[in-house]
């Protein structure tokens, strides 16, 4: 479970990227976050796993507050952020190896895991290559394939979907489909609307660094009458705020 | 023509160093070009000596142009040498393939476009070697209305066909083998082979200098030729013999036309390369047949590599370590560098230049015995570390993707002190080296060797933590290029500058206090084992801190 209270980040002292941002992402469903450029997803996402931290607020993961535990926090997410373009010095097989290492994988669970899933995305031939060779959708592969090796209990994911060819892109979308029905928390930011309508139990729409909704697709559909779409409450939302 | 001006101007400008961009652009081109210059005037001073002590044998028996077509020669077989990389990067590495091959423009105004922009870099490294030996022969036979417009065209037209020869040699090792496909292996290859060509050129030079030259060797090496090398590059660019009759005749109607036909030559060598790089070149990069040189080949599908486990320090620091090795401009800034000081010394004491190192055999035999030369071992563990510049760019060599270290649930304490020993290996590597040089020439007795081994590491650790903290309060994370976080990172100078300080200021204490050699061992270790604990505290505590804020 992710629970953000009062969150808000500033750049330079200028820029509110978040404002006051309240949300709880519970667990055994799978949510979505939504928002136009540069409305404050990925300054979100990057305050919850520790990368950039908050000016105000609180954020705690299974009941870990990221600031005084960040080390026990990290141990528990899974993060795949927007761009891949990470430790590409590395070669596939090294780069895992690397993240396995550093979340403490036993050798048994991370052969397993590991070859299962570079199997599942089609990686194993391309894991003797450098990332640096590989193309945007490999990267974003390894990378997917690296945040899972731990198994972990809450999974992020900052647009996952850009660069997935579509039997990755649907492989993707059953793991997170998997893990929320095992009770695990999956939060994912995305600018497709349409894969939010197909895969999201629950959306959370942010704009200005505001929270503006949060609740079911049904709920939404309520608030914005019965035929809406998701695109046109989307738009309506972000219209009005 | 006016596209392949445009074209040419475009590429150019975009091959120039990132130095000189931004909006005091300028000013930076300027002070980097005057610092470049001042770099490589002792290098053309002493080419000019020597060409002023070859003219003053062969002038007087009229066979100036010895020297002339060996100087054209050498600089033509140099160019064709440094001009490889150089094409390499800017027919192939230079990123801009794709924008360009869908211009609306004629092949051969893009392949002539890339072949002016790798002449164009060639001009610097010609200048080097040409100006000093054209300004001493000037001096010698007095600069002629005609000499300086004829030595001008000769200078603007020479590298065309080492040029054009070093194209085509690339395009025909990248269009049928596998070679420089991996363009960071290729890069560091290159770079080292670069490194030692020069140094060689260097040594050649210090040892002709400093040995004094015998003018009946001058006229022996020029007058066969410059035995088997000044034969090879003789036939390798057989052109030049128009070139040096058209300086020898300057004026005269057999200068003109020998000028006439240097140019035609150069023509010629540029118009066999348009055909032949259309097939070669633009084939090669569309894709049209032949082995593939831009996206990678996709490797055969395998089983599924065993994955080892291990502890996250080792794996943070062995990933620190493939960092440096892979990236070529880390590898030749912060890895090289270990291997060079030591080399460098060699270098000094081999060519007999310095007054003091060239002593070598016996130069520390001396202060064996004394305390200050256990401040040296301290000093130079110091020194080496703070040289490699793998500690004060340790943070910045993350750039904008320190995120992807943050995320990790490995402590900022462990992953700092993980960057710090990064950084004392490869000072290690440089310290054994300089010591293996010490013991070998300088005379360093090995009864000084266990104190060397003790304070060399807390020299070590002391440049590591410095570094690393000094890089941790002033990241450079923004970059675009990897030589912004080592090479035009101020970070880098101020650690070198602070651990050289350091080390005089302890040697200086040492050799002032008359201390002897227990006496400085002993109190040199034990003020800096508590100065590089309380450094590994403040990593631990402020330093783990600083790291959490940081943000890019």
Known sequence: ?241 | MRNLFRLTWVLIRNARNPIASGKRGGLKRSLFIVLIALAFLPLMVQIGMLADKALAVLGPIGQEGMLLAFAFSLTSLLILTFGIPSVLVVYYFGRDLESLLVLPIRPSVLLSAKFFTALAVEYAAEALFLIPVFAVYGLHQGFSAPLIPAAGVIFLLLPVIPVAMASLLVMIAMRFTGLARNRDRFAKTAGVALMVLVLAMNFGLQKAETSGVDPAQIVAVLVTGGGIWGFLINRLFPACHFAVKAVLSAGSAAGWLNLGLFAAASAFAFAVLLPAGEHLYLRGVRGGGGRKTGAAAQPAPGAFPRLKAGSAFVAYLDRELKILFRDPVFFMNCVVTNFLWPVFTLFVVLTGTGSTLSRGPGLLLGLAGKGVLNAGWLGLGMVMTAMNAVASSAISREGREIGSVKILPFPFRYQLIAKAAAAALLGAIGCLLMLVVGLAVFGVPFSALPAAIVLMPLGMVFAACTGVLIDLFFPKLYWDNAAKAVKQNMNVLIHMAFCAATAAGVFWLVKRSGAGPEQAFLCLTAVFLAVDAALIRMMWTLGAAVFSRLEA
Do not use: W
């Open chain 1, 1 to 241: 479970m992710i629970e953000i209270e009062g969150v808000s980040k500033t750049y330079n002292g200028k820029v509110k990227a978040v404002d006051g941002l309240t949300l709880t992402v519970a667990e055994g469903g799978i949510v979505g976050f939504l928002g136009p450029n540069g409305a404050g997803k990925t300054t979100t996402l990057k305050m919850i796993t520790g990368i950039l931290s908050p000016d105000a607020g609180s954020i705690r993961v299974n009941g870990m507050d990221i600031t005084k535990r960040p080390v026990d926090v990290k141990r528990v997410i899974g993060y795949v952020p927007d761009n891949p373009d990470q430790f590409l010095k590395l070669k596939g097989r090294e780069y895992l190896r690397f993240m396995a290492d550093m979340y403490g994988v036993s050798e048994a669970d991370r052969n397993e895991r590991a070859g299962r899933l570079a199997g599942t995305f089609e990686m194993t031939a391309s894991l003797a290559e450098t990332l640096q060779s590989y193309s945007h959708g490999m990267r974003q592969k390894i990378v997917l394939i690296g945040a899972l090796l731990h198994d972990p209990d809450v999974f992020i994911l900052d647009e996952p979907l850009t660069g997935l060819d579509p039997k990755s892109s649907f492989t993707l979308k059953e793991i997170l489909r998997e893990r929320a029905r095992a009770g695990r928390t999956v939060f994912f930011s995305t600018h497709v609307l349409d894969v939010a309508e197909r895969l999201c139990d629950r959306v959370a729409v942010i704009h200005r660094g505001k929270l503006l909704f949060s609740g079911t697709l049904e709920e939404m559909k309520t608030r914005a009458g019965a035929d809406a779409t998701l695109e046109r409450m989307f738009l309506e939302m972000t219209e009005d705020a």
